[in-house]
């Protein structure tokens, strides 16, 4: 499955496409909620290994409007709660994962990513 | 005893097309099983199995770590295996993000010094490279072990990429030189083979990045003896 967490910690490879390769924009995407267990203090020790702006839009393009442009100061339980939803229980199921730079288009089906590349794109 | 994955839904198709476990799976299984305590007291947060096949080792270290909560990344340049690691989480009730990918390619930058557990079984069998190579463009079921030279073509890539050092004349470098795997405290399980030549890839994982090693299991699997090495950033006891 395609969560944000996961969508957060993947690039665009593509031989030479080396700035602005991150983050990949969401297409066409078909969106499955899927509950899971919330535990507040690994959402806030994953925080420092994910890039705030990139989830936020990321969550968007998922329908998902609940988060602060902005990463605040402070984590309240609500915030954290709302991380977690955003981070753990939306998975993209199908649709693809385009990069801004070289616009590269990663497909997603049946909840899974295929990042591979053409021997040609390779870098 | 920790139960061994329940891999009953795999049908005959998806093991025709995806690594059915056999005796290097168990032996990473038993390896990890051995150091489940250390494992728990880590509270690993990301966990990357390259090359997750059927699913088996990483829906384990799920079940070892039970609610500790971490993600598991696990990448096959096989669709059919990323697709039978998402079914064989599911069936264990484990949690597992699969990738269809090389290696670790598309999480390399973002993966920067953050991955505290990294399982690699890798394609080990020694071929020749022709055969290596074309089994990891064809992304069917001999790269699962068509290793080409001394089986060790496919991990040497993986190897630069837990840590990578300025000499590297690998093809696929440049990019990565710069980037590192392993977190901090991060540890790296490889099944190896007696023909990988051990001692040597534990001397130069040591020289080259600075990883200590130690070897955690050998076993005689029919005319392998094969062995899980584990790598650290600092000497473990």
Redesign the interface.
């Known amino acids: 499955m395609v969560r944000l967490i996961t969508h957060n910690l993947l690039a665009c490879h593509v031989k030479g496409c080396t700035t602005n390769n991150f983050p990949l924009v969401f297409q066409d995407v078909q969106v499955e909620l899927q509950e899971a267990e919330f535990n507040p203090d690994f959402i806030r020790n994953m925080l420092p290994r994910l890039e705030w702006t990139a989830l936020v839009n990321a969550a968007k393009q998922v329908g998902d409007t609940s988060l602060p442009l902005e990463q605040p100061d402070m984590m309240d339980d609500e915030l954290l709660q709302k991380l977690h939803h955003a981070l753990m229980e939306i998975h993209i199921i199908e649709g693809a994962m385009v990069c801004q730079n070289c616009r590269h288009a990663y497909p997603i089906s049946n909840g899974i990513p295929n990042m591979l590349l053409a021997e040609h794109e390779i870098g | 005893m920790i139960p061994t994955p329940d891999l009953s839904h795999l049908t005959r198709h998806d093991l025709e097309q995806v690594y059915d476990p056999a005796e290097d799976t168990f032996l990473l299984l038993d390896a990890l099983e051995q150091e489940a305590g250390e494992l728990r007291k880590e509270r690993p ?2 966990c990357l199995e390259v090359g997750s096949g059927s699913g088996c080792v990483s829906t384990f270290l799920g079940t070892i770590l039970g609610p500790i ?3 598991y ?1 696990c990448t096959d ?1 096989n ?1 059919h295996a ?2 039978c690691t ?1 079914s064989t989480g599911k069936q264990n009730k484990i ?1 597992l ?6 290696l670790t ?7 920067h010094h ?1 991955v505290d557990i990294l399982l690699f079984n890798p394609p080990y069998v020694p071929t020749d490279t022709y055969e290596a190579s074309s089994a990891q ?1 064809n ?1 069917d079921i001999a790269g699962s072990w068509a290793g080409g030279t001394d089986g060790m073509e496919v991990t040497e890539r993986l190897l630069q990429d837990v840590e990578v050092s300025s000499f590297t004349v690998f093809w ?1 470098t ?2 990565d030189v710069y980037q590192h795997l392993l977190s901090p405290r991060g540890r790296f399980y490889l099944v190896a083979l007696k023909q990988n030549n051990v001692p040597s890839i534990r001397s130069r994982m040591l020289e080259d990045f600075g990883l200590s090693s130690q070897i955690i299991i050998e076993r005689r699997a029919g005319r392998e003896l094969l062995f899980i090495i584990r790598f650290t950033r600092t000497a473990l006891s």
């Open positions: 947060m990301i909560p971490s993600l990344l340049i669709q990323t697709r998402l949690t993000d699969p990738v269809t990918c090389s390619r598309p999480l390399l930058s973002r993966l953050t463009s992304a696929d440049v990019n």
